[in-house]
């Protein structure tokens, strides 16, 4: 059985820990429930992700330099994988990644998931803020899953542009918008300042009004995902060499990226990479073609999330494709 530890108080030295030693402190997944009586909290999830850090020092950035406000706000901190984030990886081998397993499951944690979602729905959350990091470069946006006028306000308060996220299932803010509004942040790599201190304004923000932020919801470009480009599954390894990707592409995120463009290179023919789009129908022929061992784009697309990584790649995805979409 799994479960995540609870503490209505941060210990003496936890904010002192940058993500790589929470483990030192922490024995796992751990909530914090930071309630105030009569007030609704926030809910802040961090380090679903090892590796995306940002929001975890957004936490200590807030603690540290605006301590009266967060000693006077109802906030509930849900801090994730610390093991992983002690290797500096997104996950451990052998687990489920912890940013695709809200949505109902058998393993240890989907169960530890389901009491996260039942605790802070007891305690009626206003919002919930997710926080992430790209592996590359890209601007910084929201991710959403419905189109509400909150939820949209609330996305253009962080960033004029926002994705519609229909795939893949299983993520945190798709669970939590069953009970608030709640949107995803990525608020750009964990190496650059900007990306916490991104994630810091806007928590503060949301704690300093305590109320959803207004934002301008028409002001938002909002981008579907509907194609995700994977490592199929029986070639994909986990040596870090492959798929060899090709390392310019990161510069065309939220970008027109022409058709002919090389996207990886292969060991062999064989054709190493897949396109699904939203319902799960393959799609591979309609988007690539594999000349010699080179994979190159049958027609333009507009991507996102491209990483250079080839663990990554295999853990989750090579990129999305994007259409632009009215709200």
């Not at 069953?178 to 806007?202: K, M, N």
């Not at 062999?268 to 309609?286: C, L, W």
């Amino acid at each position: 059985m799994m479960r995540f530890d609870l503490h209505h108080a941060l210990p003496a030295n936890v904010l002192d820990c940058t993500a790589a030693q929470l483990a030192d402190v922490l024995r796992g997944p751990t909530l914090f429930d930071l309630g105030k009586p009569g007030k609704a909290p926030l809910f802040v999830s961090v380090l679903l992700h090892g590796n995306e850090t940002s929001g975890w020092e957004a936490i200590r950035k807030l603690f540290s330099k605006y301590p009266e406000l967060v000693n006077t706000s109802s906030i509930l901190i849900f801090v994730g994988n610390v093991l992983s984030a002690q290797k500096g990886v997104r996950k451990l081998d052998g687990q489920p990644d912890y940013n695709r397993v809200w949505n109902g499951g058998s393993t240890p944690e989907h169960k530890l998931a389901e009491d996260v979602i039942a605790y802070a729905d007891s305690k009626k959350p206003w919002c919930a803020i997710d926080v992430h990091n790209n592996s590359g470069p890209n601007p910084h946006y929201s991710v959403i899953t419905d189109l509400a006028p909150a939820t949209r306000a609330l996305a253009s308060t962080f960033s004029s542009l926002a994705i519609l996220a229909k795939q893949p299932p299983g993520t945190l803010t798709q669970a939590f918008s069953d009970l608030c509004t709640s949107i995803t942040i990525e608020a750009g790599i964990p190496a650059d300042p900007d990306s916490s201190e991104r994630a810091t304004a806007l928590i503060r923000q949301l704690l300093s009004e305590g109320k959803l932020a207004e934002g301008s919801p028409e002001s938002l470009e909002i981008f579907d995902n509907f194609v995700r480009v994977t490592v199929e599954p029986e070639i994909a390894n986990q040596d870090r060499t492959f798929p060899k990707l090709n390392p310019e592409l990161d510069t065309f995120n939220f970008k027109c990226l022409p058709a002919g463009s090389l996207v990886c290179s292969l060991k062999d023919r064989s054709r190493g990479i897949r396109a699904n789009d939203v319902e799960q129908r393959d799609v591979t022929e309609d988007y690539f073609v594999v000349e010699d061992t080179e994979v190159r784009l049958r027609q333009d697309v507009i991507i996102s999330m491209y990483t250079r990584d080839p663990l990554i790649a295999v853990q989750d995805c090579i990129c999305y494709f994007l259409k632009s979409i009215e709200p």
